[in-house]
């Protein structure tokens, strides 16, 4: 799976573990940056991951911040999108199951990092449940069209 990741600085450490953890894991993984601690505006890293997913450049994104609330916004701009604001493995395969989040942002300050490699190889490895929740999809992204 061809999957980016793009971070501001709070969130520059776990992106950094999580780029390792995916191509350790056989997956192609585009790093559209911060490329380090120092202090920079996220939305034009995360408004580059969220686009290479409505492009078809890469199949999923993965966002981080220091909450995850601001890039989960800016992703969420992008028609086409579905970012969900991941906290727990839970939250990570109900976004899958149930609204076929193709991008998730999360806090680097809000849950360990090993709670974050978790996350995203639960929501990896989760597939779209469909159903009643695909017609729901479809309401979400009409609501979105511009």
């Not at 220091?66 to 992008?78: D, F, K, M």
């Not at 579905?82 to 989040?101: F, G, I, P, Y």
């Not at 680097?108 to 929501?123: G, H, N, P, Q």
């Amino acid at each position: 799976m061809r999957i980016a990741v793009a971070s501001d600085h709070a969130g520059y450490r776990y992106k950094e573990a999580i780029r390792r953890h995916l191509e350790a894991a056989g997956h192609d993984v585009l790093d559209l940056g911060t490329d380090s601690t120092t202090p920079v505006d996220y939305p034009p890293f995360i408004r580059q991951a969220a686009a290479a997913v409505v492009r078809g450049d890469c199949d999923r994104a993965i966002v981080l911040g220091g909450s995850g609330n601001g890039e989960a916004i800016v992703a969420n701009r992008l028609h086409g999108v579905r970012c969900a604001l991941c906290w727990s493995v839970e939250s990570a395969e109900l976004a899958r199951r149930h609204n076929d989040a193709n991008v998730i942002a999360i806090g680097e300050r809000m849950v360990s990092e090993e709670l974050a490699l978790a996350i995203v190889d639960t929501w990896l490895a989760t597939p779209f449940d469909g159903g009643r929740h695909a017609r729901r999809i479809a309401q979400i992204d009409a609501a979105g069209e511009r």
